[in-house]
């Protein structure tokens, strides 16, 4: 009984998220419409709002691992950092893979991308501040207590995680790529549970959003060049 409470609880906070979203959404549209230039501000104040949503939520428990985090920083980063560098440098090959093989990148992709070079200031908050915060609660410490083995946490939640990346999805063509970012979602998951701390994941999110800035940036760069 108590586990389903637990699965019903989480199912419920991922889902009202969701809504809360979309509700969001609905309610700024008017705004973005009049004008889009407003349209990075608004989906940052989105962000914003859902990573307050769920700080609410979970804020007993984001406190105290905040607290555990700034005191065992250094070796929770340094017994994973390995790993994830490995996981992302697989995630990255396997995309190529995909894109090669389907013709085109994930759509989730190319919107991040445009993003950045439409407002570059907005996307960091977005990619590197509010979406290592929010996705990490919400895929990783919100099925916390789902699971006792790690393997099996770290495959469900990469599994998730992995499929919400593909809803901008504009086909069923890019079904594949579900794998490529499950791989992230893996990693991130193995690394939260092995160090019983969410801001680890958070971290490493991070770490990879913000190099995938750089990259972007760097391209843009090189390309207008």
């Known amino acids: 009984m108590k586990k389903i409470k637990l699965v019903i609880k989480d199912i419920v906070i991922l889902m009202s998220t969701f809504l809360l979203m979309l ?49 065992n920083y250094k070796k929770y980063i340094s017994k994973n950092f390995e790993f994830f560098l490995i996981c992302i440098l697989a995630m990255m090959i396997l995309n190529i893979i995909l894109v090669e093989i ?20 907005f996307s960091f908050l977005q990619v590197c501040i509010f979406a290592p915060f929010y996705e990490e609660v919400l895929f990783r410490l919100n ?26 999805a504009k086909s069923l063509i890019e079904i594949p790529f579900i794998l490529s970012y499950s791989i992230a979602g893996f990693a991130l998951g193995y690394v939260f549970y092995d160090t019983n701390n969410i ?6 999110h991070f770490f990879n959003n913000f190099l995938s800035l750089i990259l972007t940036v760097i391209g843009e760069y090189l390309w207008k060049g």
């Open 23 to 71: 509700l969001l959404t609905y309610l700024f549209y008017p705004i973005v419409k009049k004008n889009i230039k407003f349209e990075p501000a608004i989906e940052t104040l989105i962000y914003l709002l859902i990573s307050l949503y769920l700080f609410i939520i979970y804020r007993k428990e984001i406190i105290n691992y905040f607290k555990d985090f700034r005191l």
């Open 102 to 121: 389907i013709g085109q990148m994930p759509t989730n992709e190319e919107l991040n991308k445009s993003s950045i070079k439409n407002n570059l200031f």
């Open 143 to 168: 099925f916390k207590n789902l699971f006792k083995n790690k393997i099996i946490f770290s495959i469900f939640t990469g599994l998730i995680f992995g499929s919400m990346h593909l809803i901008s």
């Open 199 to 204: 801001f680890t994941s958070m971290f490493f």
